[in-house]
C-alpha cells in the first residue's frame, strides 16, 4: 500500500463546477497535509495546507480533513481552464521532520 | 529573491557518465529537500538537509547518487555512473525554519540514454 494515495484520473469537469479532489493516506501519525498544484512542465506550488480536521477555505479552494477516516480533499469552486493541472497531495509525518511524502496526483480538465 | 535556482534544467547524457546537479535555495531557508519525479513513480524524496548537515538520505537510490551541502547557499546531486533508469525530473526546494511552504526549483530533466 502506498503511504499517499491519489486516483491518477483524468477529472473532467465542465467550467463553472466544483471539482473534488481526493487523497488517502496510510500513516495515522500524519500531522500536516497540503495540496500542490503541477502545470505541466512546471514544479510543484503550494495551494493549501490544512492541521485540523473539518474544513479550511481560501477563496475557490477548501481543503477537508478527516483524521478518523485518513482521507484528505480539495474542493475547487467555480472551476475554470486555467484550473487544468496535476493536484498532488502531500503529508508530514510529524513537524520535526520536515520532508513531505507526495501522492502519485490526480490531473483534472476543466472543459471550456 | 529569484526563488530556487536549478542548473542545468536540461541534461542529456550517456549511459556510465557521471551526473552533477546543481541547487541554489532561497536565502534564509533552513531546509534543502532533493525530489525526484517519473511517470512511475510520482514524486520521491531523495534526501534533505537541515542547516547544511544530511537529515535522512534514505531516499537515495543506491550508492551511486550522492548529495553535498557545503554551505547554506549551494547543493550538488550527482549521479556516477548514470544508467537510463535514473531519467527523470529532479527537483530541489527549500523551507525557511517554522513556514509550512515548500519553494521548488524549475527542476533538471535529466535524460540518460
Same mark, same amino acid.
Given at each position: 500500500?502506498?503511504?499517499?494515495?491519489?486516483?491518477?484520473?483524468?477529472?473532467?469537469?465542465p467550467?463553472?463546477?466544483?471539482?473534488?479532489?481526493?487523497?488517502?493516506?496510510?500513516?495515522?501519525?500524519?500531522?500536516?497535509?497540503?495540496?500542490?498544484?503541477?502545470?505541466?512542465?512546471?514544479?510543484?506550488?503550494l495551494?493549501?495546507?490544512?492541521?485540523?480536521?473539518?474544513?479550511?477555505?481560501?477563496?475557490?479552494?477548501?481543503?477537508?480533513?478527516?483524521?478518523?477516516?485518513?482521507?484528505?480533499?480539495?474542493?475547487?469552486?467555480?472551476?475554470?481552464?486555467s484550473?487544468?493541472?496535476?493536484?498532488?497531495?502531500?503529508?508530514n509525518?510529524?513537524?520535526?521532520?520536515?520532508?513531505?511524502?507526495?501522492?502519485s496526483?490526480?490531473?483534472?480538465?476543466?472543459?471550456? | 529573491?529569484a526563488?530556487?535556482?536549478?542548473?542545468?534544467?536540461?541534461?542529456?547524457t550517456?549511459?556510465?557518465?557521471?551526473?552533477?546537479?546543481?541547487c541554489?535555495?532561497?536565502?534564509g531557508?533552513? #531546509?534543502?529537500?532533493w #525530489?525526484?519525479?517519473?511517470?512511475?513513480?510520482?514524486?520521491?524524496?531523495?534526501? #534533505?538537509f537541515?542547516?547544511?548537515?544530511?537529515i535522512?538520505?534514505?531516499?537515495?537510490?543506491?550508492?551511486?547518487?550522492?548529495?553535498?551541502?557545503?554551505?547554506?547557499?549551494?547543493?550538488?546531486l550527482?549521479?556516477?555512473?548514470?544508467?537510463?533508469?535514473?531519467s527523470?525530473? #529532479?527537483?530541489?526546494?527549500?523551507?525557511?525554519?517554522?513556514?509550512?511552504?515548500?519553494?521548488?526549483?524549475?527542476g533538471?530533466?535529466?535524460?540518460?540514454?
Amino acid at each position: 500500500q502506498k503511504e499517499v494515495e491519489q486516483n491518477s484520473g483524468p477529472l473532467s469537469v465542465p467550467e463553472g463546477a466544483i471539482a473534488s479532489l481526493n487523497c488517502t493516506y496510510s500513516d495515522r501519525g500524519s500531522q500536516s497535509f497540503f495540496w500542490y498544484r503541477q502545470y505541466s512542465g512546471k514544479s510543484p506550488e503550494l495551494i493549501m495546507f490544512i492541521y485540523s480536521n473539518g474544513d479550511k477555505e481560501d477563496g475557490r479552494f477548501t481543503a477537508q480533513l478527516n483524521k478518523a477516516s485518513q482521507y484528505v480533499s480539495l474542493l475547487i469552486r467555480d472551476s475554470q481552464p486555467s484550473d487544468s493541472a496535476t493536484y498532488l497531495c502531500a503529508v508530514n509525518r510529524d513537524t520535526g521532520r520536515r520532508a513531505l511524502t507526495f501522492g502519485s496526483g490526480t490531473r483534472l480538465q476543466v472543459q471550456p | 529573491d529569484a526563488g530556487v535556482i536549478q542548473s542545468p534544467r536540461h541534461e542529456v547524457t550517456e549511459m556510465g557518465q557521471e551526473v552533477t546537479l546543481r541547487c541554489k535555495p532561497i536565502s534564509g531557508h533552513d #531546509y534543502l529537500f532533493w #525530489y525526484r519525479q517519473t511517470m512511475m513513480r510520482g514524486l520521491e524524496l531523495l534526501i #534533505y538537509f537541515n542547516n547544511n548537515v544530511p537529515i535522512d538520505d534514505s531516499g537515495m537510490p543506491e550508492d551511486r547518487f550522492s548529495a553535498k551541502m557545503p554551505n547554506a547557499s549551494f547543493s550538488t546531486l550527482k549521479i556516477q555512473p548514470s544508467e537510463p533508469r535514473d531519467s527523470a525530473v #529532479y527537483f530541489c526546494a527549500s523551507i525557511r525554519q517554522g513556514n509550512t511552504e515548500a519553494f521548488f526549483g524549475q527542476g533538471t530533466r535529466l535524460t540518460v540514454v
